[in-house]
C-alpha cells in the first residue's frame, strides 16, 4: 500500500524542488522528516527511488501554509534534504525555492491575487524572518512567462520581485556571529558573516585556487573538500552554532577579484558540492558582507567602495545582480534593502506516493 500526499514541483531561481501545503503532511516532525526522505529517495547517490534530482539544488522542499501572524501572508518552511544520508535539515533558509513561494502561495489560493501584481508577505520559518515577494498576476492570475531571465537558468520567464530587508543575524541573532569580522582558523583568514543565511568566506587562493574554476573543476577536488569542512566545522563552533557536523550551515564561500564587471567573484558551497550558480541568500550574505568594514569580502571588493544600488556578483554561470541599501559602517547595523528579481516555473502537479507503512511513522 502507498500513500498518496499532493505536490507541486516548482523551480524557483536556480532550484527546484516538491513544494508541499503543509497540512498535507504528517504533523510529527519524525515522521515528516521520513515522508520528506521517501518522497525524496534518500538516502541514495541518484535518488532512483524518488522525485529528487542528486544534486544538491534539487534535493529541496518547500512546505507552505497560510499564517496565523499579523501582517503575514503565508509561512514558509525549508528543508534541505540530504542526498546520501537519512538527515533533513530545516536550519536554513532557501532563497531559490524562496522565489516560487508566492506563486505557488497564490496557485493554492492561500493568498488573493490582484490585478496586475500581487505583494505576498513571508515569514521565513527556519529563519524567523520576513520577506516580501512581487508576483506577476495580470487578471488576477499568476503568470509565469515573462522577459525576465538569470544566468543559470535558460529562456525567460515572469519576474518574480524578493526582497530581503529583516534579515540580519537569520540563524545566529548576530550579523558578525564571532564578535569579529576577521577569524584565523588552521592559519586560514576567514570571515563568518549572518544576513539571510550564516556563511564562512574566504581567499580563494589560501586553499591553492584562482576562485574562477568551473564547478564541476571544484568538485573534483577532493582534498579541497576535506579541508574546507576541517575550517568549517571550527567555524560553527566558534559562531555559536555547535557542531555542524550533520547541519548544511554554516556555508562556505570561496572569494577572488571580479572578472567581468562584478562587484566580487564567488564560488558558493552547499556545502559538499560547488554551486553552479549562486544563491539568493548567499548573494544577500555575501552583498553585506562586502560593506562590512574589515571583512575579507570588502576588501577584496574593494575596500575603498560601500556598495550601495544594483552590485552583481560573478558566479561559475555568469552572474546575479542584487539591489542593496545597507549601512554597515561604524557599528551600524541597517539593512534597509536587499532585493533581487529572479524567476520561477510551475513544472508539474499531481500525487508523490509514499510507502504507507512511513506515513504511518512505523519508520
Same mark, same amino acid.
Given at each position: 500500500m502507498q500513500t498518496k500526499i499532493p505536490c507541486v514541483i516548482m523551480r524557483g531561481g536556480t532550484s527546484r524542488g516538491p513544494f508541499f501545503n503543509l497540512a498535507d503532511l504528517p504533523a510529527d516532525t519524525a515522521t515528516r522528516d521520513a515522508v520528506l526522505l521517501a518522497v525524496m529517495g534518500s538516502p541514495h547517490e541518484i535518488q532512483v527511488d524518488g522525485i529528487g534530482g542528486a544534486n544538491s539544488v534539487t534535493s529541496k522542499v518547500a512546505m507552505i501554509s497560510k499564517s496565523e501572524r499579523p501582517g503575514v501572508d503565508v509561512d514558509y518552511l525549508f528543508a534541505q534534504?540530504?542526498? @546520501?544520508? +537519512?538527515?533533513?535539515?530545516?536550519?536554513? @533558509?532557501?532563497? @531559490?525555492?524562496?522565489?516560487?513561494?508566492?506563486p505557488f502561495a497564490i496557485d493554492l489560493g492561500l493568498v488573493?491575487? !490582484?490585478?496586475?501584481?500581487?505583494?505576498v508577505r513571508i515569514f521565513n520559518v527556519n529563519t524567523q524572518s520576513h520577506i516580501e515577494a512581487i508576483v506577476q498576476t495580470p487578471g488576477g492570475v499568476v503568470t509565469y512567462?515573462?522577459?525576465? +531571465? *538569470?544566468?543559470?537558468? !535558460?529562456? #525567460?520567464?515572469?519576474?518574480?520581485?524578493? @526582497?530581503f530587508a529583516g534579515t540580519i543575524g537569520s540563524v545566529? &541573532? &548576530?550579523?558578525?556571529?564571532?564578535?569579529?569580522?576577521?577569524?584565523?582558523?588552521?592559519? *586560514?583568514?576567514?570571515?563568518?558573516?549572518?544576513v539571510a543565511m550564516p556563511v564562512m568566506m574566504a581567499r580563494a587562493e589560501a586553499f591553492g585556487k584562482t576562485g574562477y574554476e568551473t564547478a564541476s573543476e571544484i568538485d573534483a577536488d577532493?582534498?579541497? =573538500?576535506?579541508?574546507?569542512?576541517? *575550517?568549517?566545522?571550527?567555524?560553527?563552533?566558534?559562531?555559536?552554532?555547535?557542531?555542524?557536523?550533520?547541519?548544511?550551515?554554516?556555508?562556505?564561500?570561496? $572569494?577572488?577579484?571580479?572578472?567581468?564587471?562584478? $562587484? *566580487?567573484? +564567488? !564560488? =558558493? =558551497?552547499?556545502?559538499?558540492?560547488?554551486?553552479?550558480?549562486?544563491?539568493?541568500?548567499?548573494?544577500?550574505?555575501?552583498? #553585506?558582507?562586502?560593506?562590512i568594514p574589515g571583512t575579507l569580502a570588502h576588501e577584496i571588493a574593494g575596500p575603498q567602495k560601500i556598495p550601495q544600488g544594483i552590485v552583481e556578483v560573478e558566479h561559475p554561470s555568469g552572474k546575479i545582480a542584487i539591489d542593496l541599501d545597507a549601512d554597515f559602517t561604524a557599528g551600524k547595523q541597517v539593512l534597509r534593502r536587499a532585493a533581487l528579481v529572479r524567476t520561477a516555473r510551475r513544472i508539474f502537479e499531481g500525487l508523490v506516493h509514499v510507502p504507507s507503512h512511513v506515513w504511518a511513522g512505523k519508520l
Open positions: 534534504v540530504e542526498i @546520501n544520508d +537519512s538527515r533533513v535539515d530545516t536550519k536554513p @533558509n532557501c532563497g @531559490n525555492m524562496l522565489v516560487a513561494v508566492g488573493p491575487a !490582484r490585478d496586475g501584481e500581487t505583494a512567462e515573462g522577459k525576465a +531571465s *538569470i544566468d543559470g537558468v !535558460r529562456g #525567460s520567464a515572469a519576474p518574480v520581485g524578493i @526582497n545566529t &541573532k &548576530k550579523l558578525l556571529p564571532t564578535g569579529k569580522p576577521l577569524d584565523v582558523i588552521e592559519g *586560514i583568514e576567514v570571515s563568518c558573516v549572518d577532493k582534498d579541497l =573538500f576535506k579541508r574546507m569542512e576541517a *575550517i568549517r566545522l571550527k567555524a560553527g563552533v566558534l559562531m555559536g552554532l555547535g557542531d555542524v557536523s550533520k547541519s548544511v550551515v554554516p556555508k562556505m564561500i570561496l $572569494l577572488a577579484k571580479p572578472r567581468h564587471g562584478g $562587484l *566580487i567573484s +564567488s !564560488r =558558493f =558551497f552547499v556545502p559538499y558540492a560547488c554551486h553552479k550558480a549562486h544563491p539568493v541568500t548567499g548573494t544577500v550574505c555575501l552583498t #553585506s558582507a562586502c560593506a
